[in-house]
């Protein structure tokens, strides 16, 4: 089973960027539809972006028109570009399929200050 490696989180003051970046080693990553969750103290995790095969995405309202997510599977990684950070941003982020068929990895802390 394939675990991702998230990376590229940090400390940000509120209206700030970060631009995460997820690396899978599944042979299967390019037909996969591939999303960005997150996880607050206690919060349930959530998705915020998903971008399928043909590069069609979804975002949840909360971050429509802040976030961009976009692909490279001749890398086997996904990015999320994010914008105009909020401090309800504040999490940390994981890469999964759409069908959560990986293993979790770390995921990468996000902390937007305000």
């Known amino acids: 089973q394939a675990q991702p490696v998230e990376s590229g989180g940090g400390l940000v003051q509120a209206g700030g960027s970060l631009r995460l970046s997820c690396v899978a080693s599944a042979s299967t990553f390019s037909i996969n539809a591939i999303g960005w969750y997150r996880q607050a103290p206690g919060k349930q995790r959530e998705l915020v972006a998903l971008?399928?095969?043909?590069?069609?995405?979804n975002y949840a309202d909360s971050v429509k028109g802040r976030f961009t997510i976009s692909r490279d599977d001749a890398k086997n990684t996904v990015y999320l570009q994010m914008n105009r950070l909020k401090p309800e941003d504040t999490a940390v982020y994981f890469c999964?399929?759409?069908?959560?068929?990986?293993?979790w990895g770390q995921g990468t802390q996000v902390t937007v200050s305000s």
């Open positions: 999964n399929t759409g069908l959560q068929s990986w293993v």
């Open positions: 971008i399928r095969s043909s590069g069609s995405r």
